[in-house]
């Protein structure tokens, strides 16, 4: 049974670079979200799509990330221009999109922006 | 708007103590609540969620109870385990803002011998 995959598990990129991470979602499931994990901020929404549309895209992200999703089965999340800001693990999750049902989450990317 | 609020960013304890990190909120409406858990260079995962017939929800030894006067739902168990040491996220979701989930801002937990 499938879970959450992403891809790559790690990627080095140097400041300035174009990187694209990619989330295949459980099968299925209609709601899939993009987090950027810190140990100083948290959890933080960067997108957050509904049967392939875009609900919620966060505020301060919207200058240098895209998110996308083509297909239910696929999404992508590009970060352009990288900063060293940018470096932290980002995860990908999806759910049915129910009220009380549980959200899956991939093993993430861990990015390293030099 | 809606929020969930976790008030120590860091918890640490003896092992055979007992653990309860706090969680509260504020929406709108009746919401669900959650605790998920992530272990090191894991995934997050499930550790429970409150029930709509107000039954108290239980997984692995943790326990948590839904207090609607209170805004609370923080996270319980009698006795932590050195294998209970982890990152606790509260979140929670209701059926009038997109069904989305809003998770807090996580609790470390480390559990000591």
């Known amino acids: 049974d499938a879970g959450v995959t992403q891809t790559p598990r790690h990627e080095v990129a140097e400041k300035g670079q174009t990187i694209i991470l990619k989330c295949e979602p459980v099968s299925g499931h209609n709601d899939l979200f993009w987090y950027r994990q810190t140990k100083i901020q948290g959890l933080e929404l960067l997108s957050y799509f509904r049967s392939k549309s875009l609900m919620e895209d966060g505020g301060a992200f919207k200058d240098r990330f895209k998110a996308e999703m083509l297909n239910s089965s696929f999404s992508t999340l590009k970060i352009q221009p990288t900063e060293p800001k940018d470096s932290a693990v980002y995860l990908c999750?999806?759910?049915?999109?129910?009220?009380?049902?549980?959200?899956?989450f991939g093993k993430g990317t861990r990015l390293t922006v030099v | 708007g809606d929020s969930v609020t976790q008030t120590e960013g860091l918890v640490t304890l003896t092992e055979g103590l007992p653990v309860m990190l706090n969680c509260t909120y504020q929406s709108t409406y009746s919401p669900f609540l959650f605790w998920y858990v992530q272990h090191l260079n894991e995934a997050p995962k499930l550790l429970l969620k409150?029930?709509?017939?107000?039954k108290r929800p239980e997984h692995q030894g943790f326990h948590a109870t839904l207090h609607k006067s209170s805004s609370s739902f923080h996270l319980q168990k009698s006795s932590a385990q050195l294998s209970d040491s982890a990152l606790y996220y509260c979140?929670?979701?209701?059926?009038?803002?997109?069904?989305?989930?809003?998770f807090g801002d996580g609790t470390q937990l480390v559990v000591k011998p």
């Open positions: 979140a929670l979701s209701y059926p009038y803002s997109n069904n989305r989930i809003f």
């Open positions: 999750a999806s759910s049915l999109g129910t009220a009380n049902t549980e959200v899956f």
């Open positions: 409150s029930f709509t017939d107000n």
